[in-house]
């Protein structure tokens, strides 16, 4: 006991305890997740890329000569048909939102603006028809995955944006 003691931070959660002592992560709801499905989640959220959150929180597949990361996007979106992965991701979501951090309206309204070359650099020159289609290519990926957690029955929050051509 003396070893596991030592190691514990005298100012670790409950949930690092959790952690520390049975090797399970308890979810905000008091679901039990694995080490792994924990890593997948906190990469989720980092990296907003189903696939690359399943290959660093390794996660195998199916070795395919073709293509592995199919493989692994595969996985990562079979990992966010589980509800217990899914709400605990919108969970933490919940904790780290606050005031200084946008909200996915804000953000589709700025790559909208970016794109419609409505915002300027901090120099005052217009943002470049790269950075423009840049921005458009990123509002129509995060418009398609909103469409998609709708499909699967989640929670995707209803964003309208007004587009007008100029």
Same mark, same amino acid.
Request: glycine share 6%; aromatic share 4%; proline share 2%.
């Given at each position: ?51 690359? !959150? &399943?290959? /660093?929180?390794?996660?195998?597949? #199916?070795?395919?000569?073709? %293509? +592995? ?5 595969? *996985? ?58 840049? !921005? &458009?290519? /990123?509002?129509?990926?995060?418009? #398609?995955?909103?469409?998609? %957690? +709708? ?5 995707? *929050? ?9």
């Amino acid at each position: 006991m003396a070893t596991i003691n030592s190691q514990i931070p005298e100012d670790a959660s409950p949930r690092t305890l959790d952690k520390l002592l049975t090797g399970t992560c308890i979810t905000h709801d008091g679901s039990r997740i694995s080490p792994k499905q924990d890593k997948f989640i906190n990469l989720y959220i980092k990296y907003s890329d189903p696939a690359q !959150a &399943a290959e /660093e929180a390794g996660y195998m597949v #199916r070795n395919t000569r073709k %293509d +592995k990361r199919a493989a692994y996007a595969r *996985k990562g979106k079979e990992l966010l048909r589980d509800d217990v992965i899914r709400n605990e991701i919108a969970a933490r979501m919940d904790d780290i939102r606050g005031a200084e951090i946008a909200d996915a309206t804000e953000v589709l309204v700025y790559l909208t603006r970016v794109m419609r070359g409505e915002v300027k650099d901090q120099f005052g020159i217009d943002a470049s028809l790269q950075e423009r289609t840049a !921005a &458009a290519k /990123e509002l129509n990926r995060r418009l #398609r995955e909103l469409e998609q %957690d +709708k499909e699967m029955g989640g929670t995707g *929050k209803e964003v309208h944006l007004i587009l007008r051509r100029e």
